[in-house]
């Protein structure tokens, strides 16, 4: 295995009282540990967006209906494979959906194949199309014991869905209510805290066991619920955990530039069509994945951190999978370019995060 430093150099940068004009970085391919890619002919459109950046990503399975076998978790890796830009390394691992009716069987199958890698759980109700998600965590408790028993990851939506909690709380209840007590219950399981976007978050996943990570998004990193609320409601910066207050952003940005390998890069990037935003109940999720890696590199520029973007981006998430780091590099370059309004979406159109406003990184 080849890991490639970074062209930037850390110990210069570090003696540095003023951070130095960096116009050009490369860093080992980053890996996406958190990506909707959607169905049918919409994947004609986001998955050459994620793969001209990204050698791996977790594919999240809340179709409709969900992926909860590995059959269909393999059917749908083909049909992502099938739209994948020709000579364009990217290798789909696939999550599978956590039900109420998930089998010991399945957990098995899941352990022995290298293409699927990890369940999802979505409380039901918890965020989009998770209404066949688990309704009674306790009761699947037997399965997280075969998870463990065969090495599988849990990934988890942590945020509760009772409806008498504020939803800017429903991630910190979560961690309380039920991830408290799950990683304690299987101290060698594996779980990721998908999508973390609170204070709280940050100091559990902190402070938990080795076997505990978590992903954070670049659009929790770059925007706090200013961008949502104030001025105007902004539906494409509405997704689930919603964005928080700027403590917590910056919490989430001290920790994604820390260099802890307990956190990674997860871009959550999970497009709907314009009118499923644009609409009196509008979903749920931002698109992020046509520059997925400039947002990021985007947000630790501001952090003065772009030194730790490649840990946090291309090798974190491989270690904590047990997975080789990968081989080659990607080069940004300092370029300014305007994001265009909308991109194709299947039969219709998505507006990208920050739609016709300007980024200085670009991949090349
Ligand atoms: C995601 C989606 O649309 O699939 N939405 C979101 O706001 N993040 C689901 C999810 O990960 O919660
Ligand atoms: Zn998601």
Known sequence: MVVRK?????????????????NELTITRPDDWHLHLREG?????????????????IIMPNLRPPVTTVELALDYRKAILDTLPAGQPFNPLMALYLTNSTTADEVRRVAENEQTI???????????NSDSGVTDIQKIYPIFAEMEKHEVPLLVHGEVTDGTVDIFDREKAFID???????RAFPALRVVLEHATTAEAIQFVSDAPETIAATITAHHLLFNRNSLLAGGIRPHYYCLPILKREKHREA?????????????????????????????CGCAGCYTAYAAIELYATAFESANALNRLEG????HGADFYRLPRNNETITLKKSTWK???????????VIPLMAGEELTWKLC
């Open 41 to 57: 002919d919409a994947l004609r459109d986001t998955t050459p967006h994620a793969a001209r950046q990204f050698g791996r990503a």
């Open 118 to 128: 990890a369940f999802k759980l979505y409380p039901a109700g918890a965020t989009t």
């Open 312 to 315: 946090f981006a291309s090798h």
């Open 339 to 349: 994001i265009p309004p909308n991109y194709s979406f299947a039969d219709g159109k």
């Open 177 to 183: 209510r039920h991830l408290i007590a799950i990683t």
């Open 252 to 280: 989430l940005v001290k920790a994604a530039t820390s260099g802890n390998p307990k956190f990674f890069l997860g871009t959550d990037s999970a497009p709907h069509a314009v009118g499923a935003k644009e609409s009196d």
């Open 6 to 22: 970074s062209v930037y150099n850390e110990q210069v940068f570090n003696h540095c009282n003023i951070a130095p004009m960096i």
